[in-house]
């Protein structure tokens, strides 16, 4: 690795880190809300609807 680059690839990574954290905090609570919330699948005869968050980035090499 070039050590020109520490820095930027530290930022970066620190940056992922920090949207890794957010979907997983986001998908976990999808998934609670999906089991009823009491860590049971419930079924009520309701359609349920769940949303899922993607980030993308690219980065320059």
Do not use: C, F, I, W
């Not at 930022?11 to 920090?18: G, S």
């Not at 609807?49 to 993607?54: F, G």
């Amino acid at each position: 690795m070039d050590p020109r680059h520490t820095g930027e690839m530290l930022k970066h990574l620190e940056k992922q880190n920090e949207l890794l954290k957010d979907s997983y905090k986001s998908m976990s609570y999808e998934l609670h809300k999906l089991q009823g919330g009491d860590g049971n699948v419930s079924d009520n005869g309701k359609s349920g609807h769940s949303t899922a968050l993607v980030n993308a980035t690219s980065s320059e090499q």
